[in-house]
């Protein structure tokens, strides 16, 4: 089992930053790609970033390039999602996920999830 635990949302202004964390624990958590996703009201969850836990490669969507990026720290287990130039279209909860497997965009790839986050972007 792998529990995941998210933080760091709020309100912010367009143009503002914020950091979401994610603290990982359970067995083997270090072998699982691991990304965010984020839902607004009404809409699908959708892939925001991932990366695999070991290892350098990262993965964004088209949306959030440039302007999201996504971290870990193995000392303290936990991710990372660090937001700047954020637009009142990135309100939405934000969800920590893990797999087994393989890198996937699709949420229902993913098999552990924490609670979320809710991040609202003032206009």
């Known amino acids: 089992q792998v529990q995941l635990v998210e933080s760091g949302g709020g309100l912010v202004q367009a143009g503002g930053s914020l950091r979401l964390s994610c603290a990982a624990s359970?067995?083997?958590?270090?072998?699982?790609?691991m990304g965010w996703f984020r839902q607004a009201p009404g809409k699908e969850r959708e892939f925001v970033a991932a990366r695999q836990w070991i290892g350098a490669s990262t993965y964004y969507a088209d949306s959030v390039k440039g302007r999201f990026t996504i971290s870990r720290d193995i000392t303290k287990n936990t991710l990372y999602l660090q937001m700047n130039s954020l637009k009142a279209e990135d309100t939405a909860v934000y969800y920590c996920?893990?797999?087994?497997?393989?890198?996937?965009?699709?949420?229902?790839?993913?098999?552990?999830w924490g609670q979320g986050t809710q991040v609202t972007v003032s206009s």
């Open positions: 359970g067995r083997t958590f270090s072998l699982y790609p």
């Open positions: 996920a893990a797999k087994v497997g393989s890198y996937s965009e699709i949420p229902n790839e993913y098999d552990y």
